[in-house]
């Protein structure tokens, strides 16, 4: 009796179910793309979609973003839940983890295969980020890099005429400014609760030796990075304060606390907008100098991926190549202001006659990507708690080039034990 | 059917889900916390290796894990007796007969307990901020240096420890209202016959009946000030110098930013035999000193 019940109730139910089913498959037969983007650039994606669902009638895009601070956790989860959708920019930094965990395809066959596909247009420091042991998995689809901006107006009435290439240029031109402005301000922001600062001095040598198996912080070039470092601190020239004990960074500049600040592109539309128009042409951009002259900076942005479990790896990859194209760049760039990883849309006007992205063009052709093991941000994380423990005089360059490498070598334990197991199995 | 059967049967749901979503969940991952369970062991299984104590022995070893407790006991051991004063000073008042707009300040009172840590944390950076904040700028009319508060090594703690009392004491001071209340009357009345000062009254009278009360709102801050987390999380990350790392943050990065889980769960059980050893410390105290 109860069974009858229920099946004349249940039956009709899963007719529907079914007839629903049908509909929609009946209503859009198209290849879904599985795509998640992280933080702002995930929602201006959007706006570049359409254009290519037209070009690709075949595939639908369904884009999801993701907040930035959380988009690691959550691919690592979905990574542990098996639930990773097929397409996505990663942090260059993450690539080598996902690489790690065996949950990126390699993508060699499908850029050698795809007709004016331009690997070698792209900037250097950038394409490597995405390629791990001689792989390549990820391809370039914004690039970021640290240089300094400066006040113009302050470097000239300090009597600085050139804009200084080396460490030792650079240095010299911070003493001039402050003697000029004096001992309640400084002559560059270096803030003790960010890595990026030491590590964009510092990444001119290698970091890590014998295959990211040990720190390579003993070395007479990060020894000398340190000295630099710390000589900024020590002279007066950088206050010893976080960025934490700034309440705002461009207010700051626009007062002349600093004269150098190390940051990104994203900075030039910050600083466009947030000066008081009686400086907006008294600010500029520069390539960073290095310890003999232009130095080399850390090649960060994002890049995309398409994970190894995808079922639409065709389609995925149309999509990668119709992002990273250059027209697309173009466009894209006019929407956030991101920079192309690749050299041919920095042709076009906008970008070419922009007097602050052209410090960073240069610069890119010098960007390097930072030692590629999944262990790396943590190990940024100590270079920059060693860092502070260096400038507050707790350490001497020696102890913490020492420290350093102790610490990234315990860190690197497990690593080492994976490739030694490695190689024995191989062995056997 | 029996009583005891009954007992069981009543008792028996919740007992499951406490097994289920309390009893294993800790189980796993004291089991977690004798691998070393980690990014490559999560890639394949085959990667996890059984470490035993070594978790712990290395956690013994590890600078930062001391710093870590350091920095919680201080927290505990300075928090936790300034959090109860200032929520029976503010219960007192409140229960004084002289008190005037006594629902509009036991509200206003309260009200740090219902806003958010964050929200919060962003005001308070500015009012202790070195060189634009309202504190500095009352100390310096008083013609006190400014202090950096939140950047200086030694002020960043007390600066927390501040905003975390400031943050929780309403609660407990509701609780300390209630207990005020329970007291009768006619004790007070007795004691003001015999000639006792306000102060006695207090001191023989107030707080003997509060001792319940006292234990309870002991232990509960104690367990809550040892786990230290969302202030220096949102405040400081930490920093400077790693003074404000407490060992939840410890556990936090451990865990879920360097996905060393187990060591996170490590770290965890070595906070919870801690909290353990206090908590029944101060049972025991009570116990001896006839309060409970």
Request: neutral net charge.
């Amino acid at each position: 009796m109860l069974w009858a019940r229920l099946r004349a109730c249940c039956v009709p139910v899963l007719l529907l179910a079914v007839l629903a089913g049908c509909a929609r498959g009946d209503k859009d037969k198209r290849e879904v793309v599985r795509f998640w983007a992280m933080g702002y650039e995930g929602e201006v994606v959007a706006q570049l979609i359409p254009e290519f669902e037209r070009r690709n009638p075949g595939i639908k895009v369904d884009l999801q973003q993701m907040p930035v601070l959380s988009a690691h956790e959550k691919l690592l989860t979905a990574f542990a839940g098996d639930a990773l959708p097929d397409v996505t920019p990663l942090g260059n930094t993450w690539i080598a983890e996902f690489a790690q965990l065996d949950a990126l395809a390699p993508l060699d066959a499908r850029i050698a295969a795809t007709p004016g596909f331009d690997a070698a247009d792209f900037y250097r420091g950038a394409w490597d980020s995405g390629v791990v042991d001689a792989t390549t998995y990820a391809v370039p689809w914004y690039v970021e890099t640290r240089i300094p901006f400066y006040r113009k107006d302050l470097l000239q009435a300090a009597g600085v005429e050139e804009i200084p290439a080396s460490w030792a240029q650079w240095k010299a031109a911070m003493q001039a400014i402050k003697r000029e402005v004096g001992p309640e301000r400084y002559a560059i922001l270096l803030p003790l609760n960010e890595f990026e600062p030491l590590l964009n001095l510092a990444i001119h040598d290698p970091l890590l030796r014998d295959g990211g198996r040990y720190g390579n912080f003993r070395s007479a070039g990060f020894r000398q990075t340190l000295t630099f470092y710390k000589g900024l601190f020590d002279d007066g020239l950088a206050p010893k304060i976080g960025n934490t004990a700034i309440s705002n960074v461009w207010d700051e500049f626009g007062k002349g606390l600093f004269s150098f600040y190390i940051s990104g592109p994203w900075n030039i539309a910050e600083f466009k907008k947030r000066l008081p128009p009686e400086l907006a042409e008294k600010w500029g951009t520069m390539p960073l100098p290095g310890p003999t002259g232009p130095g080399a900076s850390v090649a960060g942005g994002t890049s995309f991926v398409i994970f190894r479990k995808s079922q639409h790896k065709d389609a995925a990859w149309k999509l990668i190549a119709y992002l990273a194209s250059p027209e697309v760049q173009i466009r894209f760039h006019g929407i956030t202001g991101n920079l192309p990883p690749r050299r041919s849309p920095w042709s076009d006007p906008r970008l070419a006659n922009d007097p602050y992205a052209k410090a960073f063009r240069s610069q890119l052709e010098r960007a390097v990507p930072t030692p590629q093991v999944p262990e790396w941000e943590r190990i940024a994380t100590e270079l920059r708690i060693v860092g502070e423990l260096l400038v507050s005089g707790r350490l001497s360059v020696d102890q913490a080039a020492a420290e350093l490498d102790r610490r990234a070598d315990a860190i690197l334990a497990k690593r080492r034990w994976m490739l030694d197991h490695k190689a024995t199995e191989l062995a056997r | 059917m029996s009583t005891r059967t009954a007992g069981w049967l009543f008792a028996g749901p919740a007992l499951l889900v406490i097994a289920l979503f309390f009893g294993l969940p800790v189980l796993a991952a004291l089991a977690l916390s004798l691998t070393d369970f980690d990014i490559y062991a999560l890639a394949d299984i085959r990667n996890l290796r059984f470490v035993g104590i070594d978790n712990y022995l290395a956690l013994l070893q590890n600078p930062l894990f001391w710093k870590a407790l350091g920095n919680t006991f201080y927290f505990v051991l300075v928090g936790v007796p300034l959090s109860i004063a200032a929520s029976l000073g503010a219960a007192l008042l409140l229960h004084a007969k002289v008190a005037k707009f006594r629902p509009f300040f036991r509200t206003a009172l309260f009200a740090p307990v219902v806003t958010t840590v964050v929200a919060v944390a962003v005001i308070w950076r500015y009012l202790f901020h070195t060189k634009y904040g309202m504190v500095n700028w009352g100390l310096s009319s008083l013609g006190i240096e400014p202090v950096d508060w939140l950047g200086d090594p030694h002020w960043a703690m007390p600066t927390i420890i501040l905003f975390a009392v400031w943050k929780n004491f309403g609660y407990n001071m509701i609780i300390f209202l209630a207990g005020l209340q329970a007291i009768p009357e006619d004790l007070y009345e007795a004691a003001r016959i015999d000639g006792a000062s306000g102060w006695k009254q207090f001191r023989h009278v107030t707080l003997p009946m509060l001792g319940p009360v006292l234990l309870l709102v002991g232990i509960l801050t104690m367990a809550g000030y040892f786990q230290l987390f969302a202030e220096p999380y949102v405040m400081t990350q930490g920093g400077p110098l790693q003074s404000t790392v407490s060992v939840l943050y410890l556990m936090y990065e451990e865990g879920f930013k360097w996905w060393n889980l187990g060591n996170a769960s490590a770290v965890a059980f070595l906070l919870f035999a801690i909290m353990t050893a206090f908590t029944s410390g101060l049972l025991w105290l009570a116990r001896k000193r006839g309060v409970e």
